[in-house]
């Protein structure tokens, strides 16, 4: 802890509603154990393997801040897929909403959600949640990831929804780019989604920063470069150091007033993320995801992280949740150290 932050914990003890806030981050953990965004199963079991990493580690992590709960829709999965384009749409509808209303809860408590979750797609909901309870706020997002998640129904080439909740939150359907003819039904689906929270955009294309995305399809690098939007590469990081690039992430979103910060586990290189779905080879280390994430989080503006895409399943000796964990543990510290 900096001097400041002991000085105000301990005054902390004797006038706690006065003293911890607004000096103080109110964190609370959200998990959302959702797996049906995702092609491979097995990331529902991200969070508790996060869980076991931290019993291993004898960390204290998860006695610290109270857990809350967001319903799932993984039963979804014993009923079979009826959208080709974009699995399991009604239960990732389902679920999004979920996500959306307790983020925006929170955030209408001023409490600083830390979300840990399965598939990707549920940081739509996550964005669209912040949004709501900030209507005026324009929100920045720091996306780090192996991919651009900037699919729809009309380009994917999975249908995997993890890959689309970025574009969901941009409001687009990327018409230029369409390879598929989504069924009347999806299409309402995805319709309402986009809608969640508002009919209109919850973020502006031009702010959303990328680092690391580095395994992109074509209808995406339409939009990357339609929008200009910035991608740090991995070889950048390495070059020009951890901080320098986190605060040239900053600068990027400078017009921003509050930032969302998406860290999918993907980011990190293939030879250490085999836990995980879609592991892509050129990613970070451990060492430069904990610092990159340290230090975006010093930013006052930022009002959430999220974790995503820890798949145990796929992992030897939950290698991928002890390194998502360490992840964790030092962005959560930096955020209460650098309050
Ligand atoms: N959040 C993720 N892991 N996304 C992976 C997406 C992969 C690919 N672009 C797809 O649409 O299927
Ligand atoms: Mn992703």
């Known amino acids: ?15 706690p509603n006065i003293i911890n806030y607004p000096f103080m981050r109110k964190i609370k953990l959200v998990e959302v154990r959702s797996e049906i965004a995702a092609g491979t199963r097995g990331a529902s079991l991200g969070i508790d393997a996060l869980k076991i990493a931290s019993l291993d580690k004898k960390s204290n992590f ?11 829709a993984n039963n979804y999965l014993w009923k079979g897929n009826k959208h080709p384009h974009a699995k399991y749409i009604d239960g990732v509808y389902q679920v999004l909403k979920n996500v959306y209303s307790t983020v925006e809860s929170l ?15 549920t940081a739509a909901g996550t964005i669209m949640g912040i949004k709501a309870a900030n209507p005026d706020k324009r929100l920045g997002v720091i996306w780090i990831d192996a991919h651009a998640d900037l699919h729809t129904p009309y380009t994917t080439p999975s249908g995997n929804m993890h890959g689309m909740p970025l574009a969901m939150c941009i409001h687009t359907d990327n018409l230029d780019c369409q390879v598929n003819e989504p069924e009347e039904l999806t299409i309402q689906y995805w319709e309402k989604i986009k809608n969640i929270g508002g009919e209109y955009p919850k973020i502006n294309p031009e702010d959303i920063v990328f680092i690391s995305v ?47 910060i998406s ?30 994430n340290a230090e975006l989080i010093k930013d006052k503006r930022v009002c959430c992280w999220e974790i995503v895409e820890v798949n145990p399943t796929l992992d030897t000796e939950n290698l991928m949740a002890e390194n998502a964990f360490e992840v964790l543990e030092a962005t959560t510290s930096s955020l209460v150290d650098n309050f």
């Open 107 to 121: 955030r209408l408590e001023k409490k600083f959600p830390i979300v840990l979750a399965g598939d990707h797609s």
């Open 62 to 72: 998860f006695t610290k801040f109270d857990p809350i709960n967001v319903p799932d």
């Open 1 to 15: 802890m900096t001097t400041f932050a002991k000085l105000n914990y301990e005054l902390s003890e004797y006038k």
């Open 214 to 260: 580095r395994d992109t399809e074509e209808p995406e690098d339409h939009l990357i470069s339609k929008y200009g939007i910035r991608n740090f590469t991995t070889e950048e990081v390495r070059q020009k150091g951890v901080a320098n690039i986190a605060q040239q992430a900053l600068d990027v979103l400078k017009d921003c007033d509050q930032i969302y």
């Open 263 to 292: 860290f999918d586990v993907d980011s990190m290189d293939s030879s250490i993320s085999v836990g995980t779905g879609t592991p892509v080879p050129n990613g970070l280390t451990v060492e430069e995801a904990i610092q990159l």
